[in-house]
């Protein structure tokens, strides 16, 4: 577990084994104390994930380690052709876009894309997209159904970007044509939300036939820190909000908001990214061998249904 990001409530974990480490390194403790304490230790990791807050499942699904778009991408499809810039303005290195093989069926991908290093993320804009991000993934939307190839969109932002250059090139039509794009096109759309999914910035990408969320991923219309300062002037009491947003995955499956979770690593997809990957390929495999079967006159009406029912309240 690396130490230079630990989460507040991994700290317990870390004592314990830490206090392991130094015990086997002395030699000359007996095997069975160790062994109890190794009981210890996985005892309190399944007591500690079993019941994260939903303020602990937002600080694990921003992780600095936690595999992100190009992650999956790279790991799963090969080749993976880029295609950059919006035609119009810029390319916006915080979405990435592309051709991709998956499996042997070719795919359109498009993604959040936050940076590992500083230099990085300020490249990448810490995931949050300018218009010119937007409008590269409309094109790309509309080019794969020009060509009848299934959409997989990765979902990782806290928001689009809000500064003014941002305003100015027109942000929120830019989203709202995103929207546009993918509620009309008649191929298959696979939605999976990777870290976290905040606001209409993720929304872009979200117009789904199945929208997937990882375990420890979360999905909000604003984010927790937001809602706070809104509510009650101060994002002090951002874990307070993060509950009342029913953001985890748990509680967004139960509202019909998405449609699956797909299961990841007990302590988090950072801790054994192989493992995450290959379950979110199985999940992803799944998703479109059922969607594959339809027409594109279903796949856009089923897309339609799935969202006017969302938020559909009945007595």
Same mark, same amino acid.
């Given at each position: 577990?690396? @130490? ?17 480490? @130094? ?34 499942? *937002?600080?694990?699904c921003r992780h ?41 069926? /070719? ?13 990085? /993320? =300020? ?7 300018? +218009? ?17 190839? +299934? ?10 970007? +809000?500064?003014? &250059? =941002? ?10 044509? !995103? ?7 008649t191929v298959p759309?696979?939605?999976?939300? *990777? ?18 969320? @990882?375990?420890? =991923? ?8 937001? !809602? ?21 995955? @748990? ?17 988090? &997809? ?18 479109? /061998? ?26």
């Amino acid at each position: 577990m690396a @130490q230079a990001f630990l989460l507040p409530f991994e700290e317990p974990l870390v004592r314990l084994r830490d206090q392991i480490d @130094q015990l086997r390194a002395l030699g000359s403790t007996p095997n069975a104390e160790i062994a109890t304490l190794e009981e210890q230790h996985e005892t309190l990791t399944n007591e500690i994930y079993a019941r994260l807050t939903a303020w602990e499942k *937002v600080q694990l699904c921003r992780h600095p380690l936690r595999p992100s778009t190009l992650d999956y991408v790279n790991a799963l499809t090969e080749p993976f052709v880029e295609l950059c810039g919006d035609r119009g303005f810029a390319d916006d290195k915080s979405i990435v876009t592309g051709l991709a093989t998956f499996r042997g069926r /070719n795919i359109v991908i498009a993604g959040h894309r936050k940076g590992r290093s500083a230099k990085e /993320n =300020a490249e990448r804009n810490f995931g949050m997209p300018h +218009p010119e991000g937007y409008r590269k993934a409309k094109r790309i939307f509309e080019l794969a159904d020009r060509f009848c190839l +299934p959409i997989v969109t990765f979902i990782d932002t806290a928001g689009a970007y +809000p500064g003014l &250059a =941002a305003e100015e090139r027109g942000q929120s039509e830019a989203i709202g044509a !995103c929207i546009a794009a993918l509620s009309r096109v008649t191929v298959p759309v696979v939605s999976i939300v *990777v870290g976290e999914g905040g606001s209409g910035g993720a929304l872009a990408l979200g117009v789904g036939n199945e929208v997937l969320l @990882q375990r420890f =991923a979360t999905y909000s219309v604003i984010t927790a820190e937001g !809602c706070a300062s809104i509510l009650w002037r101060t994002a002090s009491r951002a874990p307070e909000a993060a509950e009342r947003l029913k953001v985890t995955a @748990q509680d967004l499956l139960a509202l019909g908001a998405i449609d699956k979770i797909i299961d990841e690593p007990r302590r988090g &997809a950072h801790v054994d990214p192989e493992g995450a990957i290959r379950s979110l390929g199985n999940a992803l495999e799944s998703a479109l /061998n059922g969607l594959c079967t339809l027409d594109g006159h279903a796949l856009r009406e089923q897309r339609y249904a799935r969202f006017r029912a969302i938020g559909r309240y009945t007595a």
